[in-house]
């Protein structure tokens, strides 16, 4: 069993940078592939980046270049860096877990609650 916890959301303007962290439970979570996902307001949850337990990461082309996801296994905590914000980067984000690395949500079991997510132009 996994509980995952995310936080440092909020509202910055574009071109600005946050980093969202979860917090995962569980003595097994080194073993688990991290995933961070997005769900803005009438749109569908979608696959943002995830890092497995060799830390192989998987980005959507959306973020490549501006959003950074690491882990530390010591302290049971994953991160993502998001630099040059854009306003199509608002949405509630939200962390996962599973064994394997998948960029669909679908095949995560854990979920973290979210985090809200605005940029403002």
């Known amino acids: 069993q996994v509980q995952l916890v995310e936080s440092g959301g909020g509202l910055v303007q574009a071109g600005g940078s946050l980093r969202l962290s979860c917090a995962a439970s569980?003595?097994?979570?080194?073993?688990?592939?991290m995933g961070w996902f997005r769900q803005a307001p009438g749109k569908e949850r979608e696959f943002v980046a995830a890092?497995?337990?060799?830390?192989?990461?998987r980005y959507a082309d959306s973020v490549k270049g501006r959003f950074t996801v690491s882990r530390d296994s010591a302290t049971n905590m994953v991160y993502l860096q998001m630099n040059s914000l854009k306003p199509e980067d608002t949405a509630v984000y939200y962390c996962?877990?599973?064994?394997?690395?998948?960029?669909?949500?679908?095949?995560?079991?854990?979920w973290g609650q979210g985090t809200q997510v605005t940029v403002s132009s």
């Open positions: 996962a877990a599973d064994r394997f690395l998948y960029t669909s949500a679908a095949e995560y079991d854990y």
């Open positions: 569980g003595r097994t979570f080194r073993t688990y592939a």
């Open positions: 890092i497995g337990s060799s830390s192989t990461t």
